[in-house]
């Protein structure tokens, strides 16, 4: 069980590294081993691949305002990470926060001390927020600040280090992040073809956001085996994204053969830690998981 009195029960506790300190050369050498077993495992039908994330508490919460003190902890768990023999290279994460979708529909951060920022409800219906006209993400304060946060971590990095895209919501979770999640829940049973158009609306703007980020990142891009083989996977766990954002996946990165079948095994690491956090209301998915493998 996670113990509960710490702030973050998952953190790796580490020192930062200045980028000008940061041993570059070394890392490319590692992350080089490291991507041709996960291109070995990706081709074969089977096997296990073993990720040691360094997690850092302070980069998920109250400090991540702050892009200098974010990248020099991450760095230096990308500096600690090192001298595991995992299978998996971690990765830079830009992460402001998870009020990028929800701050199209006006949303905006909400910052208490020592806690990661919160995002202020703007809505009390379905009905409500379908009659807001959404701004394009990256014109909002949080998308502005967010794309800001991308171009420092590649500016002092020199693009030699991968990065990821903002901490990705699915549609439900950007809607919830809007409006009480009472209220949300209500909606959907009572008209669930609005929710159905609410959700187009968000996943098509968060679409439209990561077009613009990853141009922005390019080359640097964190792909699948840098940290999270899964990251895919997990968008289709908790609601999915807009049709468009498979297709454009797909054709910036064709999926490798048997992925359909690989799916469930990603997620099941989610689901099972959703059942450890949450409840019995998992159970059932993650024993129909297991009983097909």
Same mark, same amino acid.
């Given at each position: 069980?996670?113990?509960?009195s ?7 506790? =580490?020192?930062? &590294?200045?980028? !000008?300190? *940061? ?7 590692? @992350?080089?081993? %490291? ?14 691949? &073993?990720?040691?994330?360094?997690? &850092? @508490?302070? =980069? #998920? ?17 990308l500096? %600690? ?28 951060y ?8 919160? =995002?202020?409800?703007?809505? !009390?219906?379905?009905? $409500?927020?379908?009659? /807001? ?12 600040? %967010?794309?800001?946060?991308?171009? /420092?971590?590649l500016?002092?990095?020199?693009g030699k280090?991968p &990065?990821?895209f ?7 979770? +950007? +809607? ?12 959907? #049973?009572?008209?669930?073809?609005? /929710?159905? $158009?609410?959700? #187009? ?7 439209? #956001?990561?077009v ?23 968008? !289709?766990?908790?609601?999915? *994204? ?27 690491y ?23 493998y």
């Open positions: 069980m996670f113990d509960t710490l702030r973050d029960s998952q953190s790796t506790a =580490v020192t930062g &590294v200045a980028p !000008e300190a *940061f041993d570059f050369d070394r890392y490319a050498e590692y @992350a080089a081993r %490291q991507d041709e077993k996960v291109r070995r495992f990706m081709a074969a039908d089977s096997g296990v691949l &073993v990720y040691r994330r360094f997690r &850092v @508490a302070e =980069v #998920y919460g109250w400090e991540c305002r702050d892009r200098e003190l974010s990248l020099r902890l991450q760095l230096g768990a500096q %600690q990470s090192m001298d595991y023999a995992a299978d998996m290279a971690n990765y830079l994460e830009p992460w402001y926060g998870i009020g990028i979708g929800a701050a199209a529909f006006g949303s905006k909400i910052w208490l001390d020592g806690q990661a920022p919160a =995002v202020s409800d703007q809505f !009390e219906s379905i009905e $409500e927020a379908l009659a /807001y006209d959404p701004a394009p993400i990256h014109t909002t304060e949080i998308g502005k600040d %967010q794309l800001a946060y991308v171009e /420092y971590f500016d002092q990095t020199k280090l &990065v990821s903002c901490d990705i919501q699915s549609p439900l979770n +950007i +809607i919830s992040e809007m409006m009480p999640t009472t209220a949300l829940f209500e909606d959907m #049973y009572e008209d669930p073809d609005a /929710y159905s $158009e609410l959700a #187009y609306r968000a996943g098509g703007l968060m679409r439209d #956001y990561l613009k980020m990853r141009a922005l990142i390019g080359d640097a891009l964190a792909l699948p085996g840098h940290g999270f083989a899964s990251s895919l996977a997990m968008t !289709e766990l908790f609601g999915g *994204f807009h049709p468009r954002f498979y297709d454009a996946y797909r054709e910036a990165r064709p999926l490798q053969p048997g992925y359909a079948r690989r799916r469930d095994l990603y997620n099941l989610h689901l099972l830690n959703h059942l450890n956090l949450f409840g019995g209301g998992y159970l059932g998915a993650v024993r129909s998981i297991l009983n097909r």
